[in-house]
């Protein structure tokens, strides 16, 4: 039983994303060190991982480097969600339900970006994703410990030779994102809701980011406790690139 409890405190991180991304491939990346083949998910899952000797964590800043006692590096739980559309409930009751969400690893194809429907795709789920946590932060307000969490955008498949480099997939959502956003909101507006009393609030707080502002930027996200970073790397990979992950690691060890 004490166990139980114990692992329910673990730290725990949560990956979101459109199909087909390599959230699963990830997952099994993370928690054994090697990507195992997957099929499309259908139900959400759950490992253990621990962090990588070679990564540093944030408890880890004040140590010495000359330190050599021997450190226990963290363990945490990697909560794995299917990225069909018509699942993505899961994604949004592990949002509300998972205990200790230190953060959201939201991946993306960055092959698939690159085409129009592949890039919308992403763009509409990771606006969903984005809106989601900044009214959780608006509500969180008004308690004592509103909560901030960050986001990781990992721009996966950079293996791939079509793969759009890092800058470019994060230019890219966000260009799109301020579509959707702005459909979202001349949506809203043509349906008559929020044309009543309180509708300027309403509006406003269905409105991603810097209110009425035309371009888009993750750095947006901040002043509603979203910090947003972009980074590449592979989960899989031909003979020499094995795969590339330490970056990712490195942002879960200072968000842990
Ligand atoms: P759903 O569960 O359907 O939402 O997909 P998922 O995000 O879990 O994707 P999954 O991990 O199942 O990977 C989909 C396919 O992409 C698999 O064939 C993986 O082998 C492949 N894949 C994942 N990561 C990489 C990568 O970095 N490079 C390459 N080349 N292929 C990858
Ligand atoms: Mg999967």
């Known amino acids: 039983l004490y166990r139980k409890s114990a692992s329910k405190e673990l730290p725990s991180f949560l990956l979101l994303g459109p199909l087909g991304a390599g959230k699963t491939s990830l997952l099994t990346l993370f928690a054994n060190g090697t990507a195992s083949s997957t099929h499309t998910s259908q139900e959400p899952q759950s490992a253990v991982c621990q962090l990588p000797l070679s990564i540093r964590s944030s408890e880890d800043q004040y140590r010495s480097e000359n330190d050599t006692s021997a450190r226990s590096q963290p363990k945490f739980l990697l909560l794995d969600t299917p ?6 409930r899961h994604a949004q009751s592990s949002l509300t339900t998972a205990s ?14 690159s085409s129009a429907s592949g890039l919308t795709e992403a763009a509409e789920y990771l606006h969903e994703v984005l809106l989601l946590l900044q009214k959780r932060h608006t509500q969180g ?18 293996d791939v030779f079509t793969s759009l480099p890092v800058g470019l997939v994060k230019s890219k959502l ?14 809203l507006l043509d349906s008559g809701i929020g044309m009543e009393d309180e509708s300027g609030a309403d509006e406003e707080g269905n409105w991603l980011g810097e209110y009425g502002a035309k371009e888009f930027r993750f750095t947006q996200m901040e002043e509603h406790g979203v910090e947003v970073t972009t980074v590449g790397g592979n989960v899989r990979g031909e003979g020499e690139e094995k795969g590339f992950v330490s970056d990712w690691w490195s942002w879960i060890g200072e968000n842990i």
């Open 141 to 158: 307000k008004t308690s004592k410990d509103p909560q901030a969490i960050p986001v990781l955008v990992a721009a996966n498949k950079q």
């Open 174 to 187: 966000e260009g799109e994102i301020a579509k959707v956003r702005q459909t979202r909101s001349k949506g």
């Open 83 to 88: 990225g069909h559309g018509k699942l993505r």
């Open 100 to 113: 200790a969400l230190k953060g959201l690893i939201f991946v993306v194809d960055s092959a698939a970006v």
